[in-house]
């Protein structure tokens, strides 16, 4: 089975920290995403990697930074936390649509707070 | 910009009545279409999928879905729900844009009451 994991399930920071989220998946998927999900809005895709030091920009990127330095490892980096980047972050991943098949694995969610 | 709509943010039903959630997508091109699930406390995990052939797919837990092309939809069904099927689902789209993530929708927060 895929398995996606992700660094704390429930994270609690003060404005202004820098903040890590890790995320691993097991399956040498290229692609990763992170996401972050609030009530009523549904999964908004923050950041994309489809390969070793690759990203690209989701639809709100704003506040926030990524790393890949290996293919199973994405990071995503709040720089200047605040209150509201107060959410559950959603880290996946997908193997290359070579065949057409794009779903995405997802891990089990990191709840931050910032107080 | 192309976007996911489900119209029914909460549905509440009784044990063994007829489910059917709305997805909807504005994008004329090819899609591939999914069904995520979200269990209490769990994880995202997928309930079915559509790519090419037979519009009328069929996932776990006796969950179906029908792609209307025509109408740009991807409804999901089950003739009988349980009070074990609580949870919020997520209709996501994959358009062959150029872009590698989903276009998720809103989902919608469903409620069995025994």
């Known amino acids: 089975d895929v398995k996606v994991t992700q660094s704390s399930r429930y994270l609690v920071k003060r404005t202004g920290e820098k903040v890590f989220l890790e995320c691993v998946q097991d399956m040498d998927h290229e692609n990763m995403f992170w996401y972050r999900q609030d009530p009523g809005l549904g999964l908004r895709l923050i950041y994309f990697?489809?390969?070793?030091?690759?990203?690209e920009k989701g639809d709100i990127p704003e506040g926030y930074s990524v790393s890949r330095e290996k293919k199973e490892r994405f990071s995503l980096i709040l720089e200047s936390a605040s209150t509201n980047q107060t959410s559950m972050y959603l880290c996946a991943s997908s193997p290359n649509p070579a065949g057409g098949y794009n779903e995405q694995f997802f891990g089990p969610g990191t709840r931050l707070t910032v107080l | 910009a192309q976007s996911v709509s489900q119209h029914n943010h909460h549905v509440i039903l009784s044990e063994a009545a007829s489910l059917e959630l709305g997805c909807n997508y504005s994008?004329?091109?090819?899609?591939?279409l999914f069904w995520y699930v979200q269990y209490p406390g769990q994880h995202l995990q997928l309930l079915l999928k559509?790519?090419?052939?037979?519009?009328l797919v069929k996932g776990i837990k006796g969950f179906e879905a029908e792609f209307i092309k025509s109408k740009f939809s991807f409804n999901l069904r089950k003739p009988s729900v349980q009070w074990s099927d609580t949870a919020e689902y997520f209709c996501?789209?994959?358009?062959?844009?150029?872009?590698?993530?989903?276009?998720f929708g809103s989902g919608t927060r469903l409620q069995v009451q025994p």
């Open positions: 559509y790519f090419s052939g037979d519009p």
């Open positions: 990697s489809y390969d070793v030091k690759m990203k």
């Open positions: 994008y004329g091109g090819t899609v591939n």
């Open positions: 996501a789209v994959k358009m062959d844009t150029g872009r590698r993530a989903l276009t």
